[in-house]
């Protein structure tokens, strides 16, 4: 916990605004009579959080007043001899606060009941200017299987069936943090509706943090607050100096009603940091903060050692306006451990947050048959050949009509030939698809290799069929020619039929060989197979280290989790990359210490301060071809750019998979809706790339068809339809009197910025679009505007 000491300054002198900080706070909320549900208990007994008798172990929670990234909540468990209830599972109830107040954040520690997805999850506000306003959560599981999902509380267990049994699944609490309308006073809320057990939500704890009180409608001055200022994992080299990246958010604690040019940060604004162990080399730099808004920048530091460290915030002039001191620095390490508590600390890199679009490649053996019914993946071809092996399974059919009863998976590894494969072209498509990273399927859960896997096993390309390193080629042309398109690597942790991982199978992974579907009493070959003496340190582990250290891989996007030895991969992961000078990201899928969380085929309800990265084919249902599909099914370049801008608005990465055919070709219907697409970045991913989702939210929440985004120099405002004549925007956005907005799709709009205005009343934005040309770009229906600041 920080121990926060604030000098408050306030300048009042000709030419400069009067500045207040004041130190950003919260106020428990008391939910006590509204809990409904015992989600906690000793030894399993009493506590139902799922409606199925299982509960968290309540002498592993914290107790009593617990403070996370700022915030203060009451937590309602004692010292371990709980028992009642202790949380609320929402059910419209009514939440009234003692006293109407005007809010900037509300903070809720929760957890949903499910075990699987995350799910939308809606609050009424409602305020006292009898308005009210619908504010959504992407609300996350308190356990996900096999995947790591991991809160702000974590737990190694939960008791199931009111006994002291566990389930050995890790369980979190997590925590979440949102804008609230400050035009008026907030009075109550409406919590979610009731679910069954499964998508239930409950809440835990309530923090709010106040507006700053406005004397009058005249308001002069501005209200600042240093929300956080986190040392980061993060790096970028100046000079020849490895600066550590700080990321400072600031608040404007003044409701939205106070918004003018003398309540807001209109011109350069430095923030820099100090300490006995800390240095600035770069300052941060913040150019626009209106009332109620919040902006985050990072600082670059030389940090030597631990200490407490002190925010200077200057004015344009370089005056000081203000000092925030007491927050612990924290220098990168100098050598990572196997520690997962040290590995927790890790964090996505500045340019994984910065690319927001990747190319996912899912090809190998699978890409021989290339078949599934519609809503199948076609990568798991030999998975669901065999489950269940008979006539009332379609692949079953399939493989029989086709292929007839000889044949069995690995007959089809001759015909993976990649006899058309340039990775020239791959990268060159990439790049103009304008992706700015690649993930590669290295190995499925196949287990056969597109990379040189040495004296593991011989099951993979560089040994059978092409017989080429194709990992190898297209990172090397990646490099090669496009220095700046990043390069991941999957890795599938299991293999469905390895005899080596027999020893550690579980559900659809369950390792040992397959029986013939057609001949039940034989076993069908593991092809390439060597001698190892266990999977996970004979295999896995040299795999993953071989692809970070061999091929230099900068994402290991691994795939289902289970048993692992991650945290010394990781540890091995990040040391081998801070030696090449390089920064890396690891997911959810590892089993183990992630930095970012990958939902699949699903795009969130709301804004996730955790880094995030969505996933999903160009086909509907699969990632691997699948000839089953017709081309007017692939996603075109509309629901590319809708979806990318979408998923950035909310702070995560667009992941669209390709599949290639077995002879390495990207088939025309995926490659020309990826350059389509690409087309409409190339004019307009100004509001795409090195973008940051906005405080206030991603979307208007009375136009659910605009999406916002932010950088340092502007704030943009994307349509997912066509406007008219104008573009009506009905929510206050950082505008201010000066300030330029261009079309990014017309070419004219340099130099025609269009008109606007905004209503004197509620704020919102009105753009005259009489003379901008509206065709799609690429075909892409999306179109871009954006907000140019402009220094008073």
């Known amino acids: 916990m920080r121990s926060l000491q604030v000098v408050f300054v306030a300048l009042n002198f000709s030419g400069v605004l009067a500045v207040s900080l004041v130190p950003f706070t919260s106020t428990a909320v008391s939910l006590t009579d509204l809990f409904n549900n015992q989600a906690a208990s000793v030894s399993g007994s009493g506590g139902n959080f799922d409606g199925s008798g299982s509960s968290y172990d309540v002498t592993l929670l914290p107790t009593g007043v617990w403070t996370y990234d700022g915030i203060s909540y009451e937590l309602p468990w004692d010292d371990g001899t709980h028992g009642g209830n202790d949380n609320v599972v929402t059910q419209s109830q009514a939440l009234t606060l003692p006293e109407p107040t005007t809010l900037h954040e509300i903070h809720m ?96 704890a309530i923090s709010i943090t106040p507006s700053a009180p406005s004397s009058s409608e005249n308001v002069t001055g501005l209200i600042l607050s240093i929300r956080r200022a986190q040392f980061s994992t993060r790096w970028a080299q100046v000079n020849e100096t490895r600066a550590q990246a700080v990321q400072v958010t600031l608040a404007n604690l003044l409701p939205i009603s106070a918004l003018s040019a003398n309540t807001s940060i209109n011109s350069p604004y430095t923030i820099e940091i100090s300490g006995p162990t800390v240095s600035t080399v770069v300052s941060g730099t913040i150019k626009r903060l209106v009332p109620s808004d919040q902006v985050s920048v990072d600082v670059l530091v030389i940090t030597n050692g631990t200490s407490n460290a002190t925010v200077t915030i200057k004015d344009e002039q370089g005056t000081v306006v203000g000092l925030s001191g007491g927050w612990p620095a924290m220098p990168i390490p100098a050598e990572w451990t196997a520690d997962p508590e040290l590995l927790g600390t890790h964090e996505t890199p500045t340019w994984y947050n910065q690319a927001k679009y990747g190319i996912f490649v899912h090809w190998g053996v699978y890409s021989v048959p290339a078949w599934a019914p519609e809503g199948t993946y076609a990568e798991w071809y030999n998975w669901d050949l065999h489950n269940p092996p008979n006539s009332g399974n379609p692949f079953y059919v399939h493989q029989l009509d086709t292929y007839g009863p000889s044949v069995v998976y690995d007959d089809f590894i001759a015909n993976f030939t990649a006899s058309k494969f340039n990775a020239s072209a791959w990268v060159d498509l990439f790049d103009s698809a304008g992706a700015k990273y690649f993930v590669l399927v290295t190995k499925h859960h196949d287990g056969f290799a597109l990379f040189d896997t040495g004296n593991t096993t011989h099951r993979g390309s560089v040994y059978m069929g092409p017989q080429r390193d194709l990992l190898a080629e297209l990172f090397h042309a990646a490099k090669e020619k496009k220095p700046w398109l990043h390069r991941g690597t999957y890795y599938s942790m299991p293999e469905w039929f390895s005899p080596d991982y027999a020893p550690y199978g579980f559900s659809e992974w369950p390792g040992g060989l397959a029986r013939n579907v057609f001949y039940p009493s034989e076993l069908e070959p593991y092809t390439g197979r060597l001698n190892i003496s266990d999977y996970l340190a004979d295999l896995q582990l040299p795999h993953m280290l071989t692809l970070a250290e061999t091929y230099e891989t900068e994402i290991m996007w691994c795939d289902i989790g289970g048993p692992n030895r991650t945290p010394e991969f990781a540890a091995q992961f990040y040391n081998n990359a801070m030696a090449k000078g390089l920064q890396v990201a690891i997911n959810n899928r590892c089993g183990a210490v992630p930095d970012f969380f990958t939902p699949e085929y699903q795009t969130l309800a709301a804004i996730q301060t955790q880094k995030w990265e969505t996933n999903e084919g160009m086909d509907p249902f699969s990632y691997g071809l699948n000839s089953n599909t017709n081309a007017s099914q692939y996603k075109n370049a509309t629901t590319i750019i809708q979806t990318l801008v979408d998923v950035v608005s909310k702070n995560g990465n667009y992941l669209l998979d390709v599949g290639p055919t077995a002879e390495g070709e990207i088939i025309a219907p995926m490659a020309n809706n990826l350059l389509a697409a690409g087309e409409w970045l190339g004019s307009s991913g100004g509001c795409v790339y090195n973008t940051s989702y906005w405080f206030k939210g991603a979307q208007d929440s009375v136009n659910g068809t605009l999406r916002f985004l932010t950088t340092p120099d502007t704030f943009c405002i994307v349509s997912l339809v066509q406007p008219s004549q104008t573009l009506s925007v009905n929510t206050q956005i950082p505008i201010l009197l000066g300030d330029e907005i261009v079309y990014l799709g017309d070419s004219n709009t340099e130099v025609s910025p269009l008109a606007w205005s905004t209503d004197p009343n509620t704020g919102y934005l009105t753009v005259d679009l009489n003379n901008v040309r509206l065709n799609p770009i690429g075909g892409a229906e999306a179109w871009a505007f954006q907000v140019r600041y402009k220094a008073r």
């Open 109 to 204: 520690l929760y957890a949903l009941d499910s075990t699987q997805v995350d799910t939308a999850k809606t609050f009424v506000f409602h305020f006292a200017d009898q308005s009210a306003e619908e504010i959504q959560m992407s609300a996350k599981a308190w356990w996900q299987w096999p995947e790591i999902n991991l809160g702000v509380i974590n737990t190694p267990y939960s008791f199931v069936n009111q006994t002291s049994v566990k389930n050995l699944n890790a369980t979190s609490i997590f925590q979440w943090s949102a804008s609230v309308p400050s035009r008026s006073a907030l009075e109550s809320i409406t919590l979610p509706p009731d679910t069954e057990p499964g998508s239930r939500l409950h809440i835990f």
